[in-house]
RNA sequence: GCGUCAUUGGUGAAGUGGUUAACACGCUAGUUUGUGGCACUAGUAUGCAAGAGUUCGAUCCUCUUAUGACGCC
């Protein structure tokens, strides 16, 4: 079975909304944040811990397995799900997003046909093309496929938006006809940049198409301003169905999900509190800090008292802060730990200020706290 | 006791008679939004063992002292 969306409420003063879905993997609400396990694994995290976080859907990349191990090899361990032993529901990126960074001449690497680039493994000629990446991810067996779109980078044109989001649907449309797998949905994805009209042709184009979900891509792109990334949503989100889920690609910082939410997105997913983890930076509700800092040496308490997850109940800043400065391994697991379970707690909470219709003062509240500086 | 060679930041070290003493590590701080890259960016010796001299000018030349390594009685 395919993955079945319920809306459950909407929130009285904004386009926030609670809903579940159900999958094959499990019952899960949304909004919900999605960790990332491009290569199939939370780096750094087994599985266990990271449904510990209150982890349910998790994503992982089409692009890097179709590399390594290649899309037949995870087929043969039985899909995804068991090739990397995680127990929910997974969403697989197109890998349309990695691919177009690695493209380096985009008049020319980009066809009507398909996306021409390198590979940053061995530097070898590649071409994916839509329907390649639909069978690559029908074969992964993931619980939600993802069209193959293009992602602009911030600084495009009105013109090559228009003309990019005119192809990434004609691709939609060439990957939804090769789309074989019964249990696997396919999302389509809205682009258009910042612009109030190419949002609306794109979302309502996307929409004709019929997918099981949509998403608005091109957010969280390099130089982007929150300005222009709430327009994005807002822009997009009147001409979605309200019957499907919403998934606002590659944003995680706490309180662009909480824009998100408010503006009526179900799912999330970045790379953020995985990334900065490694890099000794934890999530609080004060504010990021960075544990690489030296006034943590000595500092013997957890890195947030009020936080339920495992490495706040077990260790100190200063303990993670020496993990962090020899480079050892566990002090970015300890810290992704933390960061996750920071950001499935916040939708927890966005959940309940939905059910409470307090969701506004609860984003005042946030903001408030998490902008204090230290 | 005599001779030779050395002495540059927290560390390993480049280097030149003339504006801001290379580089690396470390340290300090920042960045990170559909993860190629535990990465990237920035700062970090007002001083080149100490003192004196030569010179318009010395970390770089000369002398003395100190410390160290090696060699010879």
Request: aromatic share 10%.
């Amino acid at each position: 079975m395919k993955i079945k969306y319920y809306l459950k409420k909407k929130e009285k003063n904004t386009k926030a909304r609670l809903g579940k879905i159900e999958t094959n993997y499990g019952t899960y609400d949304t909004p919900m944040f999605m960790p990332v396990g491009t290569r199939a694994t939370i780096k750094g995290l087994t599985p266990e811990q990271v449904k510990e976080c209150g982890s349910g859907i998790v994503l992982a990349n089409t692009y890097h397995l179709w590399l390594r191990p290649g899309e037949d090899i995870v087929k043969k361990a039985g899909g995804l799900h068991k090739f990397m032993n995680y127990d929910g529901p997974i969403l697989t990126d197109s890998g349309g997003f990695q691919v177009f960074s690695l493209a380096k001449n985009k008049e020319k690497d980009i066809t009507e046909d398909g996306v021409f680039f390198k590979s940053h493994i061995d530097g070898s000629n590649l071409f994916l093309t839509p329907e390649k990446s639909i069978e690559i991810q029908n074969k992964l067996d993931s619980d939600i496929a993802m069209s193959f779109d293009e992602c602009p980078p911030a600084s495009a044109s009105y013109d090559y938006l228009k003309n990019s989001l005119e192809r990434t649907l004609r691709w939609a449309k060439r990957g939804k006809d090769v789309h074989s797998n019964k249990n696997q949905a396919l999302f389509g994805i809205v682009q258009g940049g910042p612009y109030k009209d190419l949002r609306k042709f794109s979302a309502t184009e996307t929409v004709k198409l019929d997918f099981d979900g949509y998403s608005i891509g091109g957010v969280a792109n390099d130089g982007e301003s929150k300005d222009d990334m709430y327009k994005a949503i807002d822009y997009s989100i009147p001409y979605l169905p309200e019957d499907k889920i919403r998934y606002l690609m590659g944003v995680g910082d706490p309180i662009d999900i909480i824009e998100g939410v408010i503006r009526g997105v179900d799912i999330f997913d970045c790379v953020l509190p995985t990334r900065i983890a490694r890099h000794g930076q934890a999530f609080t509700r004060c504010g990021k800090i960075n544990l690489n800092n030296s006034k943590f040496i000595e500092d013997f308490t957890p890195i947030e008292k009020s936080c339920d997850c495992y490495t706040c109940k077990h260790y100190t800043k200063g303990y993670i802060r020496h993990l962090i400065t020899t480079k050892e391994s566990l002090g970015g697991s300890l810290l992704s730990i933390h960061n996750i379970r920071f950001l499935i707690k916040l939708t927890e909470e966005l959940r309940d200020a939905i059910k409470n219709d307090c969701i506004l003062e609860y984003r005042e509240k946030f903001i408030k706290e998490y902008s204090q500086k230290k």
